[in-house]
């Protein structure tokens, strides 16, 4: 059986059926008060909430708005803390994972009445997020989680235990699950595509193909050089997470591209979706494989995404490797063929968690490690507020920080080879087998 359908799109995004980036047709002005580097949702946010305050703002992108993976990505919607309190205590400290925990209910409040106010037409539901347990021990640590996150959040969060999963997921491969009813679903690249309208009914210029190749300091702010000409600002605030490159060094040892990959089914027949999905949510696993996987908007195929690799594979490769994990939780779907297989960089940071923040005199805002949904956009807000001094700028995400790592002295994150290898040949064979033996 082909893996692909006759008509299969490797490389091209399911997402860009609907809402493909495209170009605008902006010059870049002389001057503005802030620059905003980057034109994914970081950015666009950025560049509303700073244009909201009264600052004459630009956006420049290396390519065409929101190519990044702000068009790729799962389009799952959440806002609780990536790593359990305890991790964050040990990172950050037990105040500053406190913080973090608290605000997650008002960062996941703040996107929603965002898309709301904006008017974006994403196909925003509220389907629940589901995480599912891969071994025993995986669901003994959710339940942890669970008990902190009522004790230290106002995010709601139910335990399901085994006997019950089949209401959600048809398979019995999981231990038990943690459910967060809040999370929701939207499609990834419609969101940035409201969100580029939100920016050009603000009269803000979002100019493509002119990445920032030199940005130089002086008495007064900022001189950018890109292929398009040079502007000039007071401020600058970088949005570039994941596609960081030179001149901004300092970002790049600490925020590296991790690359994350999806394939999407042919469409499916209602009664086998019903089966595979019956809680219809956002599902992603406790593996170190971290498979996450959603029905399509219009409910009728699967899209399903993981860590097929940590470095660039051809796309064949990785969606070869996706389908069999995918067939590994739900078997009836070995003969189906895949109608897309795409990838996109998410912005990883050491300490996996993102940091809003300045040096020397640029604002950022990066690092959501896979999560950025809400994350990138509420951030992204933030660090405007920050660079025009408005005290909304206020947040948690910048009492951490941005670790650098022995292994990544260098502009290219060449220690992902060996720890791809590391990760596929022994802790994902670790992780299945602890999961037979648990039964
Ligand atoms: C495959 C995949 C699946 C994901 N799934 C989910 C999910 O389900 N839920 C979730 O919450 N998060 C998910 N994420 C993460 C989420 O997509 C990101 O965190 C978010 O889109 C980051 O937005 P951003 O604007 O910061 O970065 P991006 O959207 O990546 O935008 C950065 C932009 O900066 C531009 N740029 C780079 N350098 C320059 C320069 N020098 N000058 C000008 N422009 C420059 C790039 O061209 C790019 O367009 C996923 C990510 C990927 C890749």
């Not at 004790?151 to 048809?170: F, H, M, N, P, T």
């Not at 979002?206 to 190749?213: D, I, K, L, T």
């Not at 507020?385 to 009492?399: E, F, I, L, M």
Request: hydrophobic share 40%; net charge positive.
């Amino acid at each position: 059986m082909a893996l692909l359908t006759g008509e299969s799109e490797l490389g091209h995004p399911y997402w860009w059926e609907e809402a493909a980036p495209a170009e605008t047709a902006d010059a870049l002005p002389e001057r503005c008060d802030i620059l905003v580097v980057g034109a994914g949702y970081t950015g666009l946010s950025a560049a509303i909430a700073a244009s909201d305050c009264g600052a004459r703002v630009a956006v420049v992108e290396a390519g065409l708005p929101g190519q990044g993976a702000s068009s790729r990505n799962g389009g799952m919607v959440g806002a609780h803390p990536r790593l359990g309190w305890e991790k964050l205590a040990a990172r950050f400290g037990a105040e500053v994972a406190d913080a973090i925990f608290a605000e997650a209910s008002p960062a996941l409040n703040w996107a929603k009445a965002f898309i709301e106010a904006e008017g974006i037409d994403c196909d925003f539901q509220q389907t629940g997020r589901i995480q599912l347990a891969w071994t025993g021990s995986h669901f003994d640590g959710q339940k942890r989680l669970a008990a902190n996150v009522r004790a230290k959040s106002d995010v709601a969060i139910d335990v399901v235990e085994r006997a019950d999963l089949g209401r959600e997921i048809g398979t019995g491969q999981y231990h038990g699950a943690i459910v967060f009813p809040e999370h929701a679903a939207l499609h990834p690249a419609k969101y940035h595509a409201g969100m580029l309208a939100a920016v050009r009914r603000r009269d803000v210029p979002v100019v493509g193909h002119a990445p920032v190749e030199r940005l130089e300091r002086d008495v007064t702010g900022f001189v950018a050089t890109t292929p398009r000409g040079r502007v000039r600002a007071d401020k600058v605030i970088l949005a570039t997470n994941g596609y960081t490159t030179r001149p901004f060094k300092w970002h790049v040892q600490r925020v590296f591209p991790l690359p994350s990959y999806l394939i999407a089914t042919e469409e499916l027949p209602a009664n086998l979706l019903g089966h595979l999905a019956p809680g219809r949510r956002m599902m992603v696993e406790t593996r170190a494989r971290h498979s996450y996987f959603r029905l399509s908007p219009d409910g009728t195929r699967i899209l399903f995404g993981g860590r097929a690799s940590m470095r660039d594979v051809p796309l064949e490769v990785a969606a070869a490797r996706l389908k069999a994990t995918m067939c590994e939780i739900w078997p009836e779907l070995r003969d189906v063929r895949l109608s897309h297989a795409w990838s996109g960089n998410t912005g990883f940071s050491f300490g996996h968690m993102p940091h809003v923040g300045e040096r020397d005199g640029l604002h950022f805002s990066m690092g959501y490690s896979g999560s950025g949904t809400v994350m990138a956009p509420y951030l992204g807000a933030k660090a405007a507020w920050q660079a025009v001094g408005d005290p909304r700028g206020q947040t948690a995400y910048s009492r951490t920080h941005l670790p650098r790592h022995v292994m990544h002295l260098f502009d290219t994150p060449h220690f992902l080879k060996p720890a791809d290898l590391w990760y596929r040949h022994w802790v994902d064979r670790r992780e299945n087998r602890a999961a037979r033996r648990q039964g």
